[in-house]
């Protein structure tokens, strides 16, 4: 739900630009800078609560706010309100996401953790599935303000789904008996020092960072770039796009968390080769999604580029989880989602929206393909940050937990 919330305003684009008067890069000020400023603002606090408090209660809370945001977001009738509602949608980042990994992390031992963070990383690939299909389905039935206020008002539900059903476990209570003994109450500054002083959690951070600077630049922009340069409309994206992320999306989140348990026990250096190779080979994969002469050519390469683009989730998150305390979790999850939601999520949309803009001074009718040519590079920053990692890794290759 937290996803779905916050794809809609990337998979209603076309809708929201004719009814708000917004430009390209104004819609990636929407899902990007404004979005990641508020994230940054409020996940820092919320995490230090979660680490001493009830998890699941937090998450609840959040769930709660970030439908109610959703909701709104429907009821906006200037852009200026639009950008405020959709900014509240940062709680279901900052309140719902660390939590859940600490919960988790909690609830399996090191060796499953892996493909358990990899089966709830299938929660993006699913939320955005079923925005594009139901968002869609509903804009083009009755109203894109609809979309938004039916799909927030589910997620109401799903937050008293979380006080029912979601049960808070014990700290530590599955880790290593030496880790546990370090168990204590870590305040904010020796976690956060703790964190940025570690260059291996500094790195990935900022290798996360960079490749959510292409999917987040990406997929802020693809229905868009479907529709209005491709031929798509919202009926087939209801459909087609959806399966495509379904699959991709969500076939890279259950195959990378597998791949992660299974090599990290050969060595540590697995959670960063296994991400810088999966984003080489999604290159040519990319590159040919954009040069497709129709969307259907266009939507094949789209789904190998999105199942290529997604295995450096479940390492990273699997890794900090694993790298640091039991009572730092929380905060470290918040800590990491801040470098990667500021540089990727704050940054990658903004800058292909204004790239888009820039171009159509010149290239009216493909100012959106060449904006998405120009994140191309980045892959190359991305892949380097993971061979960094892998290095600072090397006297470290005897797997987590042994």
Not at 176 to 193: E, P
Not at 322 to 342: H, I, K, T, W, Y
């Amino acid at each position: 739900m937290n996803f779905l919330s916050r794809q809609l305003p990337s998979i209603l684009a076309k809708p929201i630009q004719d009814n708000l008067h917004v430009t390209d890069g104004e819609l990636g000020l929407i899902g990007g800078l404004y979005f990641a400023l508020f994230y940054c603002c409020i996940s820092i606090p919320v995490g230090w609560l979660a680490d001493k408090t009830s998890r699941s209660r937090i998450l609840a809370a959040a769930c709660a706010v970030w439908s109610v945001a959703t909701m709104c977001c429907g009821l906006a009738a200037t852009y200026p309100l639009f950008v405020i509602a959709y900014m509240a949608v940062g709680f279901g980042e900052a309140g719902g996401v660390p939590p859940s990994y600490s919960i988790i992390t909690d609830y399996f031992p090191t060796g499953k953790r892996g493909t358990a963070l990899g089966l709830f990383n299938l929660g993006p690939g699913l939320g955005a599935t079923m925005g594009i299909a139901f968002g869609a389905a509903i804009a083009a039935a009755f109203s894109w303000r609809d979309s938004f206020i039916c799909l927030g008002a589910i997620g109401l539900f799903a937050a008293l789904g979380v006080l029912v059903l979601v049960r808070e476990p014990v700290r530590g209570g599955l880790d290593r008996l030496h880790d546990q003994s370090a168990l204590g109450k870590a305040g904010f500054r020796q976690t956060f020092f703790m964190f940025f002083s570690r260059p291996p959690l500094v790195v990935v951070a900022l290798a996360c960072g960079a490749t959510q600077f292409i999917t987040y630049g990406l997929s802020n922009f693809t229905v868009l770039f479907l529709m209005r340069e491709k031929g798509m409309v919202l009926k087939q994206i209801a459909v087609y796009y959806a399966l495509v992320v379904l699959v991709g999306m969500g076939g890279s989140m259950f195959v990378s968390g597998r791949f992660i348990d299974r090599f990290t026990r050969i060595s540590k250096q697995a959670y960063a080769i296994i991400p810088a190779t999966s984003l080489t080979l999604s290159v040519p994969f990319y590159l040919c999604f954009l040069s497709a002469p129709s969307w259907r050519i266009a939507l094949l390469f789209l789904a190998a580029t999105i199942f290529l683009n997604y295995f450096y989730l479940s390492s990273a998150v699997t890794f900090v989880q694993e790298e640091v305390r039991p009572d730092q979790r929380v905060m470290s999850g918040a800590l990491l989602l801040l470098v990667m939601n500021f540089i990727g999520l704050g940054l990658g949309p903004t800058f292909v929206g204004s790239m888009s803009d820039l171009f159509h001074r010149s290239h009216p009718h493909n100012s959106l393909q060449l904006a998405l040519y120009a994140l191309a590079p980045f892959y190359l920053v991305a892949i380097l940050l993971f061979v960094k990692l892998a290095r600072i890794l090397r006297n470290h290759s005897p797997a987590v937990g042994e």
